[in-house]
């Protein structure tokens, strides 16, 4: 029987990544305003109106670091995999050189060994 479900689409690694960090920060924060005051009140604790401009803030400063490394790493994954192609070549014209290097030696040995043998009859 078809599958007739929408395959749903995986998040962005950098989107994921920021989620997370910014899931975690949020937990942190929460905890440490409501359990803090109860082991230290007199404490510095910041106010709850602020908490969602803090996470939203967080957001977006984490965001654009996730996007940012992750465009990063493309470009030296692009980088290495374009100098790993640049070496290729250089090889492979190295090798068709060396080929023909010694295709050439050998028929220079062939004519040397021809002119030899003229020169002793």
């Known amino acids: 029987m078809a599958d007739n479900k929408k395959p749903h689409k995986k998040l962005p690694k950098w989107l994921k ?3 997370e960090v910014v899931g975690a ?3 942190f924060m929460a905890g440490y305003n ?15 109106w602020t908490f969602p401009f803090s996470i939203i803030l967080a957001l977006i400063f984490v965001g654009l670091w996730s996007y ?3 465009r990063q790493a493309k470009k030296a994954e692009e980088q290495k995999l374009k100098a790993v192609k640049i070496e290729a070549e250089r090889l492979k014209k190295q090798q068709a050189l060396e080929a023909q290097t010694e295709q050439r ?5 062939q004519k040397n060994a021809q002119a030899q ?3 002793k009859k």
Request: glycine share 6%; net charge positive.
């Open 34 to 48: 409501l359990i803090g005051p109860l082991f230290y009140p007199q404490g510095r604790y910041f106010e709850w």
């Open 105 to 109: 030696a050998k028929i220079r040995r």
């Open 17 to 19: 990544n920021t989620l």
């Open 117 to 119: 043998n003229r020169h």
């Open 25 to 27: 920060l949020t937990i």
């Open 68 to 70: 940012h490394e992750e």
